[in-house]
């Protein structure tokens, strides 16, 4: 919540850089996902806001051409 008013007051960018899916869709206004250091998936406006967690995972198997196994990251909620 500080991070969103600090953001609002100044009208400045923010980078937030986190493994929890659910955060990555609520927080923010673009999303992007990286496998090994490259950009694997890019989402924003209208087509970010209608995902779901399942809907990031399933872009990142298509995209990265593998399962996201990371137990913290699918459990995070």
């Known amino acids: 919540e500080l991070t969103r008013s600090i953001v609002a007051e100044k009208k400045i960018t923010c980078l937030m850089v986190t493994h929890n899916m659910n955060q990555a869709l609520t927080l923010g206004n673009r999303t992007l996902m990286m496998d090994r250091g490259r ?9 970010r806001a209608a995902m779901t967690v399942n809907d990031l ?18 459990l995070s909620g």
């Open 57 to 74: 995972l399933e872009q990142f198997r298509a995209n990265a051409g593998r399962e996201m196994n990371n137990d913290r990251i699918l």
């Open 39 to 47: 950009i694997v998936f890019d989402a924003a406006g209208a087509t």
